[in-house]
């Protein structure tokens, strides 16, 4: 194998990432530094910058690429037509014979002899994945990719991909060269989450920055069901600080998401699909306690390792149970983060249109724009709030011109919710019925600010904003506590400098996180029926309605110690 050419994960390092591009110089250092973790790398191979470099000098692209980005930049032409055209170029010209010779050779590696393999085809872009810039989703991945013919096909769309609109855009709004960035392509083995299932972990709650919890969004089969935001995932949280002493069991958060559908596998040319959940794996948690666990640990080693929070991937094998490790990136909104914030606060209200998760303990007004799939997007009005089924990649231009975001669909590690942070933007996410609730052109405003339940409200309601710098509030010789009511905002003020928590208020906890009297629970059988299937419903999982009401009171508390802890 020509290692200028294609590098096995195991030869990589973070060193190489100039080489390799991020994401593949991660997989890398994983596999070799944190192997006795236990977290299962699955195996691959990287085609390198050099590759890329000599496959557009040897197709004669690299200066028509420029004289078309010169043209977008002179206004003659647009930003689809630049785009269109460069990835045209791209896929019409062929691959160096060297470096589909050097492909083949280690995707026959990974067969070991045996059956061709099904694979994930990434693209790493070698400014992928820094500190400053995540460039999430800006490139193209194919999945279930069979066959040598295949593959090569998926690394000449992933070349392709570097020059997508939105990462054209993006490179543009970054200060990014173009000519500066090149593409490595990963080719890793398939991880049959098709049958088992998927998520994102972030090391610290991506909502706050508290960095002493660690989130992770789970759902049932592939995991671009959860990155895109088409899913309402499960939400578990861990207070990172005890997972070292395995006599804890310091789950601080469980969260049923909807789950309604799920992408999985199939043969031919579409390679994966979406199907319906069932109304049984709807109703299930996707995680056990010890895979919670298991992930949680694996997150603060990688954590640790890397010197930073950080985002990954992660699937479980439905075929082996095995928990694997597919991507980690740093976290790149609440790492740069001065510690000082702004604080919200709604100063009047109005009726509520709808509501959600919260993304960015902001507030906006301004008129809604509903787009109803990518066909609208040119119709968006700029500094409106953007309102959609979900969001893609394809998305973030329009995003950018964007006051704020309501999505349908998605979780707060969906595509919506990692781009509204980039961008310093609220948003409210995984509404259900944001669309169809929210008139196009209304007045509204976006409560993000309030707990994590977000609202959309109708009207231009009245709020003000505080700069609050904890490191300017002066010390005090008397240990000054806080106060909490609501459970659901209290990560909020983690920077606080309090010795600790002074009250916690029962009643708010059962309103919040409970959201029924603790004797509906405890005797659901006297309840009318209405009454007795929406109990139910928010139980479903637990043996009893009264195991509900035990662990979520359990995990409210232990959400309120948490900001507080003594180790944080």
């Not at 995680?287 to 699937?315: F, Q, T």
């Not at 919260?358 to 119709?379: K, Q, R, Y």
């Not at 977000?454 to 904003?465: D, H, K, L, S, T």
């Amino acid at each position: 194998m020509d290692e200028a050419l294609v590098r096995p994960f195991a030869t990589i390092r973070l060193a190489d990432v100039p080489e390799v591009g991020g994401k593949n110089a991660s997989l890398g250092e994983m596999m070799a530094a944190l192997a006795d973790a236990g977290l299962g790398v699955p195996d691959g191979f990287a085609t390198t910058a050099t590759a890329f470099r000599r496959f557009l000098a040897e197709a004669g692209l690299e200066t028509p690429i420029a004289d078309a980005i010169a043209r977008m930049r002179a206004g003659t032409a647009t930003l689809a037509e630049t785009g269109e055209e460069i990835r045209g170029r791209i896929l019409a010209a062929p691959l160096p014979a060297a470096l589909a010779d050097a492909v083949v050779e280690g995707y026959r590696a990974l067969a070991g002899g045996g059956q061709a393999p099904a694979v994930a085809v990434r693209s790493s872009a070698t400014a992928e994945d820094l500190p400053g810039a995540s460039f999430a989703g800006q490139q193209e991945t194919y999945l279930n990719v069979v066959g040598e013919s295949a593959v090569l096909d998926a690394v000449r769309r992933c070349f392709a991909s570097l020059f997508t609109d939105r990462a054209i855009s993006y490179r543009e709004a970054k200060g990014f060269a173009h000519a500066d960035v090149a593409l490595a392509v990963g080719v890793q083995k398939m991880v049959r989450a098709d049958t088992g299932a998927s998520g994102v972990m972030f090391t610290l709650d991506p909502e706050t920055g508290f960095r002493n919890i660690i989130e992770i969004s789970a759902a049932w089969g592939l995991g671009e069901t959860v990155v895109q935001g088409q899913v309402d995932p499960d939400r578990y949280q861990l207070f990172a600080p005890l997972l070292a002493d395995r006599s804890h069991q310091p789950i601080v958060g469980r969260m049923r998401g909807t789950k309604r559908i799920k992408m999985v596998l199939e043969g031919g040319s579409k390679r994966t699909r979406i199907v319906e959940t069932s109304a049984a794996e709807q109703a299930a948690f996707v995680l056990s306690d010890a895979e919670i666990l298991a992930l949680g640990r694996a997150g603060a080693r990688i954590a640790a390792h890397y010197g930073r929070p950080m985002d990954i991937e992660w699937a479980k094998d439905g075929e082996t149970g095995t928990l694997h490790i597919l991507q980690a990136r740093p976290e790149t909104v609440h790492a740069e983060s001065t510690g000082a914030f702004l604080h919200y606060r709604l100063t009047g209200d109005g009726p509520t249109l709808s509501t959600g998760q919260s993304v960015g303990t902001a507030i906006a007004s301004a008129p809604a724009c509903v787009v109803e799939g990518p066909e609208g997007l040119a119709s968006f009005r700029d500094g409106s709030i953007l309102v959609a089924r979900e969001t893609s990649p394809d998305w973030v231009p329009v995003m950018r011109r964007a006051k704020g975001l309501v999505t349908d669909r998605g979780g707060t590690t969906s595509h919506a919710a990692i781009v509204a942070r980039e961008l310093g933007v609220p948003a409210i996410v995984g509404t259900g019925d944001g669309t169809a609730r929210i008139p196009d052109s209304a007045m509204v405003t976006l409560d993000a600010a309030s707990g994590a339940t977000g609202r959309v409200i109708e009207g231009a309601v009245p709020f003000e904003v505080e700069a609050i710098d904890p490191a300017a509030i002066p010390a005090t010789r008397t240990r000054i506590m806080v106060n909490l009511a609501d459970p659901a905002s209290a990560w909020k003020w983690w920077r606080l400098p309090a010795r600790g928590v002074g009250l916690a208020r029962m009643e708010f906890i059962i309103t919040t996180l409970v959201r029924a009297h603790p004797m509906a629970l405890a005797h659901p059988e006297q309840l009318p029926a209405d009454t007795r299937r929406a109990i139910e419903s928010l139980t479903a999982g637990y043996a009893h309605p009264a195991d509900f009401f035990v662990e979520t009171l359990a995990l409210g508390i232990g959400r309120i110690a948490s900001t507080f802890h003594p180790h944080r």
